[in-house]
Structure formats: structure tokens, C-alpha cells
């Protein structure tokens, strides 16, 4: 269970820096922070709008992975498990389960019961 926590840790940690690095290189409507790694050139791999389109899926895949690692460690950090007694398994209830109930049931036997009459010496 360790090692699955750690690799979601690991890929919800590269999906944040990712996402960060992504948003950061989208052009935007007022600061080109985008174009000065050349995302807005048309000439690009993508084209003029292609880029953007690739860009912004990346970003999306990469944020739904974030909150779906996210989902999972908070399931995972909130899972208890039960104690185990080990190889015996759970001890046995019976003992105070039988002295509660044979004890109204003996009272009430000595309750019905008529006494028997004293005989006289």
C-alpha cells in the first residue's frame, strides 16, 4: 500500500508541474507569455490554432489526473484498517452473552417454582 501512495504522490506532483508549466505557456488574451516561447507563431508544428487546441487538451488531461490522485490519497490517508488478533482471529463473545441471559432465566425458574413445605420433627 506504501508504494501506491507514493506513486500516486509522484504522479500527482509531475501533474501539477505540468499543469503549471501548460497554463504558463497558453496565450493569453491580455499577457503573451505564451509567445515569447513561440506559441503563437503560425508557423508552428500545430499550425496557428492547433497549438492552442493541443495545448489546452494537455492541460485538461493533466488536470483531471491531479484531482483524480488528489480523490484517491484523501480515500487512501482516510482508510483505517481493523486491528487483527492474528492467526486466532477474533476472541470468542460468548462468555458474557451466556452469563447475561442465563441469569434472568434462573431467576425466574426460582421465581415460578413452588417452595416446598416444611415438615414438622
Not at 504558463?24 to 487546441?53: I, P
Not at 489546452?56 to 480515500?75: N, Q
Amino acid at each position: 500500500m506504501a508504494i501506491f501512495k507514493t506513486l500516486l504522490v509522484v504522479a500527482q506532483v509531475l501533474s501539477a508541474l505540468g499543469v503549471i508549466g501548460l497554463v504558463l505557456l497558453q496565450h493569453g488574451k491580455g499577457a503573451d507569455v505564451g509567445a515569447a516561447f513561440g506559441s503563437g507563431a503560425s508557423g508552428s508544428l500545430f499550425g496557428a490554432t492547433g497549438s492552442a487546441n493541443f495545448l489546452s487538451r494537455t492541460t485538461a488531461v493533466l488536470a483531471t489526473l491531479f484531482f483524480i490522485c488528489t480523490l484517491s490519497l484523501t480515500m487512501l490517508g482516510n482508510y483505517r484498517p481493523t486491528a487483527s488478533l492474528g492467526v486466532m482471529g477474533a476472541a470468542p463473545q460468548v462468555a458474557p452473552a451466556v452469563a447475561g441471559a442465563s441469569a434472568p432465566a434462573a431467576s425466574a425458574v426460582a421465581a415460578s417454582a413452588p417452595s416446598a413445605p416444611a415438615v414438622p420433627k
